[in-house]
């Protein structure tokens, strides 16, 4: 990547920036401007893509728990919406070719069903970039959507070994036998430490993984995937997601350039473009009716649709696939990308303002809500506590051990994940399961005996949206929350917390503190 890709790429996602629009879209729109002035692409740019997207996946698996795709929201609701999606595209394609509309004219059956397919996929790097920005990567709607991703790129990885008539060798068969290695990959990253070497781990085993099923005639990036879900249940698992973090980011920026570089286009295949781009809000709002008909919560069904919004780079794969075989013309792999670039910025806009849209449309979203709950939808009580502190991730777990010793008041966690509740109930902490941000769970419970509210969340954002929910529900105690820089501190104490703590500073004067009483004991 020369320092002209470096420039516009960074000038393009600083304005983004400015206009309050994820730096992503800044990226896109550079990818494409520079293919328009005549700058060529490179086997480099397509490379750091490929890792981008690769360790994206790692990471993905590093946070998942396989059980969560054999729930019947997920395997159903991803195999269900794309069953429908295909048909009702077959459908359009048909009508839009008897109105003689360009592109459509040259489709038979078979390619309107690849057009389904491809545009059936939701994008995992957009979904899980959006999730993560909003610290809702646990959340309830976030692990469904992770699920549905999942099980959507499982059927790419299945298309894509059929369509290039790969023929598989035994040697896959001995794919059943990846757990077994598993204590040697747990001791790897048990002795990487906490340096650099913990990254360079993960980046290794994620290599590792893509390229032994490459070899074995799969997709390199579900190797990857594969090897970071037998790793997901370490307990330095989390850490080596956050090390990869900004990696993965830099990398990415690959991923975006390189789709404006897939062709240049005309003005036909953009109006084709946005005729498939208009579809996105239905898309959205099928996956929400099959969602609720499979007994979602509406505000959980919602927020997954949205984090959906949005066509899939795997449809990119398809749709090149497609071409090579001769069942689509060439102008459909630009059309595609065209699609995918708007969907992008559709989707990244659209879920900026998710919690606002449900707040504003609460009354008509949950009528679509069906009167059964799944388990895990049930909204237990806070009994008797007086504290309440809300996530309990390392700073959570931290300030409530110090609550339960320094104080005789009753405390209660609030966690979104589920697999986390479980493991500190099990530890002998007051721990239930919620989720801060939405409406129907400060209104299930009584707030009357709560006098302090301590928010432990990671996102300065997430707070604010929680202080807007007591706010809106009269809370009368006190609420204290963490922020990271001094603008989001300003920000939290605008929005009506009551005590803002610095994270980084208040460490310092803990420190501090609690090592004052080694000097009074030598003196």
Known sequence: MDFLWVCIAFGCGFLAKQVHLPPLIGYLAAGFGLHAIGVESSPTLATLGDIGVMLLLFTIGLKLNVHS???????????????????????NCTILSVLGVMYFTDLDLAGAALVGFAVSFSSTVIAVKVLEEKGEMRSRHGQVAIGILVIQDIAAVIFVTLASSISLSWWTLGLIALPFIRPLLYFMLE?????????LSGIFLAFAGGELFEWLGLKAHLGALVVAILLSSHA???????????????????????IGFTALPTFDMLGVALIMSVALPFKAGLFFLWLTRLKLRARTAFLTSLSLANYSEFGLIVCAI????????????????????????????????????????????KQFETTQRLAEDQIAELGEATI??????????????????????????????????????????????????DPEFWSSISLK?????????????????????LNHYNFTGRTAGVAKYEDEKIALLEGGVDEVFNFYAEVGNGFATQSLHLVSDQS
């Not at 002795?191 to 990254?199: I, M, V, Y």
């Not at 005996?449 to 929910?469: T, W």
């Open 388 to 437: 309440v502190v809300v996530g309990m991730g390392r700073v959570g777990r931290g300030a409530y051990d110090a609550l339960i010793e320094e104080t005789q008041e009753l405390i209660c966690g609030i966690e979104m994940d589920r697999g986390r509740v479980n493991s500190l109930c099990e530890n002998g902490r007051n721990v239930i399961f919620g989720d801060a941000e």
């Open 322 to 365: 497609s071409v090579t075989q001769g069942l689509l013309s060439k102008e459909w792999l630009v059309i595609m990308a065209l699609s995918v670039s708007i969907s992008f910025v559709f989707s990244s806009v659209i879920n900026t303002w998710g919690h606002n849209l449900y707040r504003r449309w609460n009354k008509q979203i």
């Open 236 to 258: 330095k698992a989390a850490e080596l997601s956050k090390s990869l973090l900004n990696f993965k980011d830099i990398f990415l920026i690959g991923f975006f350039l390189s």
């Open 449 to 469: 005996k709560v006098q302090l509210i301590m928010f432990a969340m990671p996102n300065y954002l997430d707070i604010l949206e929680a202080q807007k929910q």
């Open 69 to 91: 795709l054999f729930k019947p929201e997920v395997w159903a609701g991803a195999t269900g919406h794309m069953s429908i999606i295909v048909i009702l595209t077959m459908i």
């Open 191 to 199: 002795r990487s430490g906490h340096g650099e070497l913990l990254p």
